[in-house]
């Protein structure tokens, strides 16, 4: 029997937490599926495939609300629905605004972002999708009164709901079972943005692998290692991580528009094809400083292994520094010496709101001065171009490239004002880049010098309607995969046979696979970890 009673002058009924349920899994089924229904109308046109459409519609609705149901009860009914219509909305805004996936990395790279780098990715529109979408709705849900029954009743409602939802997908299934088996096998990414149930599945995978897995013990690399003298001054290397960087719109690349008016001055050897293991920060940069492939590479794997700085620091020979104007290292730099260059504690160019790349630059004297008689490996993790705030990773006067995208909603944007912005970014990577091989340049009567520059990965820039990265790496354009990446060699390493060797292959197939391997062979790391295979310096 439904009661009705008046708060503040409002009429409100007495339903059960199932009607509440079902009400709420028919508002996210038409309000947070939109980028799910218009794929899978490109796929599956409605005038042919009508039932179909709606089957899985009734499918998706069945499915959310049994997975609802089977985790209801008196004290988790509201705070769950809430939560979830929270989340949602903001889920909702992010797959129809850039075309991207909320799986378990993505979550990762998520919980890992700063929130300078969070602030960059609020708009106006993504403030109404949560307002209208999560918050409006799940006041509603708060101020629901609900009528709770026994615990026997409440239990056969649950009991009945379940198997009448079951019902509904398994005839759903059975009457469409060929359209099904082509959905399965063929149309797997359809299902990525099906929303709630895949971010809830992603959340739990992401808590499984990050979580569950006991106690992190990690394990020692390379404690064999040791550096065969070559009879070479000490090795003073800059590693840069870059931001971001797609091959396709670096001039040294064949892009059109100049793009590294700088660094084609200079003696660099330029790689055509190199491909990042990941499509986001947290995923690629601890893979490319990791002894395992791509192939066999994990989150958990990369946490509980020790990295290549790990390798170089058992040879007490080497002095290691981590500069990051990025989020942070990904764990990669726990165990040497870390410095955070995001704020103005420690950056000294800070100008327009943002602390720059090349302000990782000044004071480094002061730590080769105080390692003189060691080897230097320095890692300086840029911002690069870090997006959507394209317009945000440059200073004035390299926006050559006119008019750009000053807003984070891309989508409200040109695309030719958002590759604007991009490439304006990627003229000022290509100063700090050429401004860092003039500082080595200083130490190369004293010290051998290199500089080794690998993006982390690459980034969509609205083709096909996908912006950003980190889509799974099956499924992303090679534009999210396909990264920048040079050296550059102070005068004694520019007679090496190997690095001449080098630069007859710098056209072959590389990957951040082969960043530990060549890491370990310039300082003349022997260890059982090295594989000379993986080796950019001896490419045959």
């Not at 300086?380 to 317009?391: D, E, R, T, V």
Request: charged content about 20%.
């Amino acid at each position: 029997m439904i009661h009705i009673i008046t708060t503040e002058g409002c009429s409100i009924k007495k339903i059960t937490q199932i009607q509440l349920i079902i009400i709420t899994t028919l508002f996210m089924l038409v309000f947070d599926n939109y980028t799910f229904f218009e794929n899978i109308l490109k796929v599956y046109p409605f005038k042919e495939n009508a039932g179909f459409v709606i089957s899985l519609a009734l499918v998706l609705f069945a499915l959310t609300a049994f997975v609802l149901t089977l985790f209801s009860s008196k004290w988790t009914t509201k705070p769950m629905l809430i939560i979830i219509l929270m989340v949602s909305s903001l889920t909702n805004y992010f797959m129809n605004s850039y075309h991207v996936v909320i799986d378990d990395s993505m979550i990762r790279n998520t919980l890992q972002t700063n929130l300078a780098e969070s602030s960059d990715l609020v708009t106006i529109k993504q403030i109404l999708y949560f307002l209208f979408l999560g918050l409006i709705p799940s006041y509603f849900v708060y101020k629901a009164k609900i009528n709770y029954r026994g615990w026997k009743h409440e239990l056969w409602s649950k009991v009945k709901t379940i198997v009448v939802m079951l019902l509904i997908i398994g005839a759903s299934l059975f009457a469409y079972s060929k359209h099904y088996t082509s959905f399965f096998r063929e149309h797997k990414p359809l299902r990525y943005t099906v929303n709630p149930l895949y971010w809830i599945y992603s959340t739990g995978k992401y808590i499984s692998l990050t979580y569950n897995s006991g106690p992190i013990v990690v394990k020692a690399i390379g404690t064999d290692a040791k550096i065969i003298k070559d009879g070479k001054p000490p090795k003073l290397v800059i590693m840069v991580v870059g931001e971001a960087a797609r091959a396709d719109h670096f001039s040294l690349n064949g892009y059109e528009r100049e793009t590294n008016l700088l660094l084609k001055k200079e003696q660099i050897i330029n790689f055509e094809e190199m491909y990042s293991c990941g499509t986001s920060t947290a995923e690629s940069v601890p893979c490319m400083f990791s002894v395992y492939p791509r192939s066999e590479f994990s989150y958990k794997r990369g946490i509980d292994t020790e990295n290549v700085l790990d390798v170089l620091k058992h040879t007490k020979e080497v002095a290691l520094l981590w500069r990051d104007n990025n989020s942070d290292s990904k764990g990669v730099a726990k165990r040497i010496t870390h410095e955070d260059y995001r704020t103005p504690k420690n950056n000294t160019v800070c100008v327009e709101g943002e602390c720059r790349d090349i302000g990782m630059l000044v004071g480094l004297d002061d730590f080769i001065e105080k390692n003189r008689d060691k080897d230097i490996l320095i890692v300086l993790h840029q911002m690069g171009n870090h997006g959507p705030a394209y317009y945000k990773r440059y200073t004035h006067e390299y926006e050559k490239y006119t008019p750009v995208c000053k807003t984070n909603q891309l989508q409200e944007c040109k695309r030719q004002e958002i590759v604007n912005a991009y490439d304006n970014a990627l003229r000022y990577t290509d100063n700090f880049l050429a401004q860092t091989i003039d500082f080595l340049k200083k130490y190369d009567e004293n010290r051998t010098t290199a500089m080794l520059y690998m993006a982390d990965h690459g980034e969509s820039l609205g083709e096909n309607g996908i912006y950003l990265h980190g889509l799974p790496y099956f499924m992303a354009p090679d534009a999210q995969k396909h990264i920048g990446a040079l050296f550059w060699f102070g005068k004694e390493l520019q007679s090496d046979p190997r690095v001449k060797q080098l630069k007859e292959h710098h056209k072959a197939h590389f990957s951040q696979d082969n960043l530990f391997h060549t890491i370990l062979g310039l300082f003349n790391v022997q260890t059982k970890v090295y594989d000379k295979k993986l080796d950019m310096l001896q490419t045959k």
